[in-house]
């Protein structure tokens, strides 16, 4: 139950993740959204971002809904099969060994 709240309460809806909260993501154990996005979208916290804070709300504690530099990042976009332009969206399923790519434009 309280590992259960944690998971729920302990995280954000979304947040930038980098190499100092990716293990805490990953420890959590429930799968990630990674949403690859603009350099600018990031600065500004653009619409995509709060659009997907909003989706994170409702799914809070079922998944991790993550953002990063899609410029930066391009490499590990491709890596986790996404080669579309950002913003890009892949949900890894990671304990499962998983990755669902979202193909419509975010």
Not at 4 to 29: C, H, K, M, T, W
């Amino acid at each position: 139950l309280a590992t259960e709240l944690v998971n729920r309460e302990g995280f954000p809806a979304i947040a930038a993740i980098s190499a100092d909260n990716y293990q805490a993501y990953l420890d959590r154990g429930v799968p990630m959204v990674w949403l690859f996005v603009s350099p600018e979208e990031i600065e500004e916290e653009g619409e995509t971002i709060k659009f997907m804070e909003a989706i994170g709300e409702e799914f809070k504690g079922q998944v991790s809904i993550i953002y990063l530099d899609g410029v930066k990042y391009v490499k590990h976009k491709e890596n986790l099969g996404n080669t579309r332009d950002i913003p890009a969206i892949v949900l890894d399923d990671f304990q499962n060994n998983l990755k669902y790519l979202y193909e419509e434009e975010v």
